[in-house]
């Protein structure tokens, strides 16, 4: 997400940075670049000029004037504008009620609410340790409810069981009946979508959020249609009391102006990022931490949440001990390959690193792509025990076993195993920085290395 935006705020901030001192036409031509990117990413016109009216002022002041590093000093004042545009705070999901809290989902159809549905559902469960019932009250789209069920099936989520011919409002008070015999202290509705905004659709909604009272209504909208999106938020904020918004398909989104625009349209807080089609594959929206991601200055605080989740205390406290012995195998190798890919593979982990265009082309440069990740995986479970554990036992009948066994080349296991050379001297060596602290948290050094 914010690729293009990414790219253009940083050439925009590189050749600011090289002027000595900075004077209001030079400040002017960075200010209309950043406008054009804005415009380009599909921010709303009123947003894009808006937030250049809000930084202009500033950036023209004598405190840039008198700055010893004024290109440094735009760049804050860009970015503190941007967390404020964004929301200044994340702000939490409120469970704030007497239980079962009725959370309400709305949208349009084809915007991913269902799915969303049940990440948020997980999510809850997960982290906010309440149990939860999902409802569907989609009476209209075939299979709506069979698949909200099946999601609910295969995530070990309670969904309120469907009745042939039931109308939604009836749904909701069975719904809230059920939750105080089942013990469910968050029920989640999700709502009907149409393909539009009719009156048929938006009557019904408020009808629902009459008939339960939800402590949240969640808009969830699909960032890939932009500037669509910020309207469609406006629509149902004047319908119903939309609290936040969830902006899902945003892992395809390079552009990112939905993100950009609907806190600003809508006046409700973006809650959650949805970055993939997995069930945890949702993302508190932090609105500072979104900031740094545009501006190009990574994301490390993400970055290791997401390594710490995924990767268990036992193995984590093992991988950190080895690291401090500067002791690294191929078994932590292939420990932390496969804690890559879960984290979305390389690409996943560039994006919430600083510079992120610059390791971008270092990577193209050096052909660097994603099957090295699954093929130096494939590579090492042909090894045995004793080989995983202790390279330098593998001579040239072994790395001829081994390529066989891996589908692979004799090229491709020695390319492996210098990489590998590499990266236990660089383990060794290693004693402080952010290399360090990513390392201990399962975070593998491998991309470092390829473009080193």
């Known amino acids: 997400m914010f690729e293009n935006l990414t790219d253009k705020f940083e050439e925009v901030f590189s050749l600011l940075k090289k002027n ?16 054009v990117a804005l415009l380009e990413a599909d921010v709303s016109l009123e947003v894009a000029k808006d937030f250049i009216d809000k930084v202009k002022p500033k950036a023209i002041g004598q405190d840039i004037i008198r700055s010893t590093s004024p290109g ?67 009476i209209y789209r075939p299979a709506a409810q069979e698949q909200l069920k099946l999601l609910g099936e295969q995530n070990n989520i309670i969904t309120l069981p469907s009745i042939e011919g039931q109308l939604p409002g009836d749904i909701c008070r069975r719904a809230l009946s059920a939750a105080n015999l089942n013990g469910s202290e968050v029920l989640l509705f999700d709502t009907a979508g149409r393909t539009q905004i009719d009156l048929q659709m938006m009557s019904e909604i408020k009808e629902i959020e009459r008939i339960i009272n939800p402590s949240e209504v969640l808009l969830v909208a699909d960032s890939l249609t932009g500037q669509v999106a910020a309207d469609v ?19 395809g989104d390079g552009r990112g102006g939905a993100a950009l625009s609907m806190k600003h349209v809508a006046n409700v807080p973006v809650k959650f990022l949805g970055v993939g089609e997995k069930i945890d594959n949702l ?15 990574g994301d490390i605080v993400t970055l290791v949440e997401k390594a710490s989740e995924d990767l268990d205390a036992e193995k984590l406290k093992k991988t950190e001990e080895n690291l401090k012995k500067g002791q690294f195998s191929l078994v932590d190798y292939l420990s932390q390959l496969r804690q890559m890919k879960k984290m979305g593979g390389i690409e996943g982990v560039m994006s919430f690193l600083p510079g992120v265009s610059k390791i971008k082309s270092q990577m193209d440069q050096a052909g660097v792509d994603e099957k090295i990740i699954s093929q130096n995986e494939a590579v090492i479970l042909s090894m045995t025990k004793r080989e995983r554990e202790n390279p330098k036992l593998i001579d040239g009948s072994r790395k001829k076993r081994i390529a066989n066994g891996s589908g692979t080349d004799i090229a491709t296991i020695n390319k492996l195993l210098k990489q590998f050379k590499m990266m236990s001297d660089m383990m060794k060596k290693m004693s402080k920085g952010n290399m360090k602290g990513m390392a201990d948290k399962g975070i593998p050094p491998e991309l470092f290395n390829q473009i080193k």
């Open 283 to 297: 993302e508190v929206f932090h609105p500072d931490r979104i900031a740094n991601r545009i501006l190009g200055m």
């Open 20 to 35: 000595p001192s900075l004077n209001e036409k030079q400040v002017d031509a960075g200010l209309k670049s950043i406008r």
């Open 72 to 138: 440094d000093m735009v760049v804050k004042i860009v970015y503190d504008e941007l967390v404020s545009l964004l929301g200044d705070k994340n702000s939490k999901i409120n469970l704030n009620a007497v239980p079962p809290v009725p959370i309400m989902m709305v949208g349009l159809q084809g915007s991913g609410k269902t799915t969303t549905t049940a990440k948020i559902a997980r999510y809850i469960e997960k982290n906010n340790k309440k149990k939860v019932m999902m409802v569907s009250l989609d």
């Open 233 to 251: 938020a406006k629509e149902f904020k004047n319908t119903v009391n939309v609290s936040g918004i969830v902006l899902t398909r945003s892992d």
